[in-house]
């Protein structure tokens, strides 16, 4: 770990560090994980900071919370790169990478300008056909959305 004078944001007591998020992905992580409707646990978030590996990175540290593995795999569609840190007593007890799930409902629009889901209230759900790249493929109009043209919900 670096010297805490070199820490960008201050270490967390017990929690979660997803650390690795690619610099302009920070919002959208915060969207998938729905990190707004957490109330009351502290939470930072840095963006824009120096990175060893990337040249710059993001970074999101919640106090007190400890992700479910559905929603670490949430973080596969927008920063596969992440890595999950938990954190107890100030020390990192684990390190989770993120992985791509079998389904996914919401979180992405399906490409597909005349899909039900883009006109009525319907949520989204997909299967995911292929993990590296991602494509998925709509239940609901059958058609592809790669994840170059992930538009997140
Ligand atoms: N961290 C934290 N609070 C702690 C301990 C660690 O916020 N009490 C943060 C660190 O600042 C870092 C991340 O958790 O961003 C992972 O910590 P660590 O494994 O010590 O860092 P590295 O060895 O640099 O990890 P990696 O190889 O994954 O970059
Ligand atoms: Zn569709």
New binding site residues.
């Given amino acids: ?2 010297s805490k004078k070199e ?7 017990n929690g979660t ?1 997803i ?2 998020i690619p610099a302009d992905k920070l919002f959208d992580v915060i969207n998938v994980l729905c990190i707004d409707k957490i109330q009351n646990n502290a939470m930072t978030f840095g963006t824009n900071l120096k990175s ?2 990337q040249g710059k990175k993001a ?1 999101v ?1 919640i106090w007190d919370k400890f992700l479910e593995d559905g929603e670490v795999n949430k973080l596969a569609l927008v920063a596969p790169e992440a ?1 999950i ?1 938990i ?1 107890k007593d ?3 007890v684990e ?1 989770k990478l993120v992985q791509v799930p079998d389904n996914v409902d919401g979180i992405v629009k399906c490409m597909n300008p005349k899909c039900v889901t883009n006109y009525e209230y319907v949520p989204t759900k997909f299967t995911v056909v292929n993990k590296s790249p991602i494509v998925l493929r709509c239940r609901y109009c059958e058609k592809m959305t790669d994840q170059q043209n992930f538009v997140i919900i």
Avoid: G, R
């Avoid at 820490?7 to 007591?13: F, G, M, R, T, W």
């Fill in positions: 770990m670096a820490l960008q944001v201050s270490a967390i007591e560090v650390d690795h060893n590996q970074i540290k890595k840190n954190i100030y020390e990192v390190k």
